[in-house]
């Protein structure tokens, strides 16, 4: 098998090293030597081994029938899209770490690997190291999967952590996450979930078999997490996480991204930092949790090399992977049953009264020198939650508890 890598950078260059450092077992895994024929990249690497295989055309590899997968690590939506696309049509099967690549265009780009009786792999697309898509489509589908939650961003999970753990305000723990290179200047696609929302948009297309459109995932951040939002959680028994979460509830599937109350004893509670992890619920598999490195060069780089391993084992064939060609209607969040962290900036004792009982809380909570107070609603649809919420102008802030 000979591959060509798109994009040098972090992850393309982990493959390369992986794939030489790695040959003698690789070569046993798949019966069939591996190897690079190209590395195409915008820039050059003087000094670099790859100097004598880079290339900066992608016709260079398009026209070379001794090519028989493209490894897409380059990122983005624009040229990585064209690349992987003309590379199928022309013959090559594709692999790729590139989320938003996948989210956007996998239908058409698995439904060409279809037709052509090729591959299109995308483990390292979700979770980085964490093999999940894999486990997902090949060892669980001997049951439905009722339940996907994951906390599959890295950067925003150690934000979260260090307000949680030392009590700092988000634009404090932000600027360490920008000096430490996880979090980038623009920061976006982090912080407001947008990232979380890719990965669970191409979970939930696996898990339910049909397109998930990331535009329909209602997606809310972490921006408006308050130092004390985190102290109240504590005190309650809970952590603040940002979630990403497919459910099926009789037949209705939702799915959404919020930052969500998670209770001390859920699986996810104890994932802190950096780390990922996702939890599923399947009904004949009971309850899984993947754990791992949700980024980094050879974490995320053994997970497409994974891909490259069962691509070159199955020349011809489409391994059954991905999901119909088909879009999923999601159910309207508004709907879903959940119980509510609502926090209040006024402790007046007739607000207290008239909000337990409006909410149908057990309890109310207050924390020494601090203003206000909050309460965990009794279940109701989020519709009710706003319909009563309406009468309340003293809420400060509301965040889903994880059920
Ligand atoms: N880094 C991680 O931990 C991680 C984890 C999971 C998934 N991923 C995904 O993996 C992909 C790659 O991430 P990365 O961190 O490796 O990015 P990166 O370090 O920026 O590497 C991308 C490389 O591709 C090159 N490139 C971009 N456009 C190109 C084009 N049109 N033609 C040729 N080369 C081009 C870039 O060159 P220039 O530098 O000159 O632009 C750069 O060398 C992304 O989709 C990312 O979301 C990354």
């Given at each position: 098998m000979k591959a060509a890598v798109l994009g040098y950078g972090t992850i393309g260059s982990g493959v390369v090293e992986i794939l030489e450092q790695k040959k003698e077992l690789i070569t046993r895994e798949t019966g069939e030597e591996v190897s690079v024929k190209y590395v195409l990249d915008l820039r050059d690497f003087p000094g670099d081994p790859v100097e004598k295989i880079l290339v900066h055309d992608f016709d260079t590899i398009l026209n070379d029938p001794e090519v028989g997968l493209v490894v897409e690590t380059m990122g983005g939506t624009g040229a990585a899209y064209t690349f992987v696309k003309s590379a199928l049509l022309a013959g090559k099967s594709a692999c790729t770490s590139n989320k938003a690549l996948v989210a956007k265009y996998g239908s058409e780009l698995l439904a060409i690997a279809r037709e052509k009786k090729l591959n299109f792999q995308f483990e390292a697309s979700v979770g980085g190291g964490i093999p999940i898509i894999r486990p997902l489509y090949?060892?669980?589908?001997a049951g439905n999967i009722t339940e996907i939650t994951g906390i599959l961003n890295g950067t925003t999970n150690f934000m979260l952590s260090k307000m949680d753990l030392e009590g700092r305000a988000y634009e404090d723990v932000l600027k360490e996450a920008q000096a430490l290179g996880y979090a980038e200047r623009d920061p976006s696609a982090d912080v407001e979930g947008y990232d979380a929302c890719r990965k669970i948009a191409i979970l939930s297309s696996i898990a339910f078999g049909k397109f998930v459109d990331f535009e329909q995932i209602e997606t809310r951040g972490i921006t408006d997490i308050t130092k004390d939002d985190m102290a109240f959680a504590r005190k309650m028994g809970y952590a603040i996480k940002l979630l990403g979460s497919c459910k099926n509830v009789d037949g209705k599937i939702y799915a959404s991204v919020s930052p969500k109350f998670l209770p001390t004893g859920h699986p996810l509670y104890p994932v802190s930092g950096v780390f990922n992890a996702v939890y599923v619920k399947g009904d004949m598999s009971g309850d899984l949790m993947f754990y791992g490195s949700g980024a980094g060069k050879l974490p995320t780089a053994s997970a497409v090399v994974a891909d490259v391993v069962e691509i070159t084992r199955n020349p011809g064939r489409t391994v059954f992977a991905g999901w119909a060609d088909e879009t999923l209607a999601l159910s309207e969040n508004t709907g879903a049953e959940n119980q509510y962290f609502v926090r209040f900036n006024a402790a007046d004792q007739s607000v207290e009264e008239a909000a337990a009982a409006a909410f149908g809380a057990e309890e109310i909570t207050k924390i020494d020198h601090e203003p206000g107070f909050a309460l965990l609603t009794a279940k109701m649809t989020r519709a009710e939650y706003e319909e009563k919420a309406a009468a309340f102008s003293q809420i400060a802030q509301m965040i889903p508890v994880q059920g």
């Open positions: 090949s060892c669980m589908t």
